[in-house]
């Protein structure tokens, strides 16, 4: 069926091939794959890396770091507030005529979010990042400090 190849040099480079890779392969299956924790993708859990305000000021990489985390925390929250506020919008729909009594706790829940979101990730434009959102919470505790809570004030 499937005669043996004779040719020197590709047995050549094979036996030099398996000479590199079985220890590699081997030190992988019987060592690594073992020891490592089996999660499935969506239950893996990265570790958080500090924060801006955990970074000194002349850390450079400590800052791309928080900013880096900074971006992909405001990527989950505004896709669940773009969740929640596909599942008002699919109970608006589906409950047409009573939609009004009947989401209202959907709606409410999705304002919750957005005033939630406003307050962290609002007015910082396109090029925010982790240093800006941070002054605007310590500028937003001070107001808060001298004249009392801000979103009771806008309403």
């Not at 729909?93 to 999705?110: F, G, M, S």
């Amino acid at each position: 069926m499937g005669a043996e190849d004779d040719n020197a040099f590709r047995g050549f480079f094979s036996a030099l091939y398996r000479t590199v890779d079985s220890p590699v392969t081997w030190f992988r299956e019987k060592v690594v794959e073992p020891n490592q924790k089996k999660y499935p993708w969506y239950h893996q859990q990265f570790r958080r890396v500090p924060t801006i305000d955990q970074c000194y000021s002349d850390d450079a990489v400590c800052d791309f770091e928080a900013n880096a985390q900074f971006k992909r925390d405001r990527m989950v929250d505004s896709e669940i507030l773009n969740i929640l506020r596909m599942r008002f919008e699919d109970c608006m729909i589906y409950e047409a005529p009573d939609h009004l009594t009947k989401c209202k706790p959907l709606w409410d829940k999705y304002k919750d979010a957005e005033e939630a979101w406003f307050i962290k990730y609002g007015d910082l434009g396109a090029f925010g990042d982790a240093r800006k959102a941070y002054m605007k919470q310590k500028h937003r505790m001070i107001w808060e400090k001298r004249h009392g809570p801000l979103s009771e004030q806008t309403k």
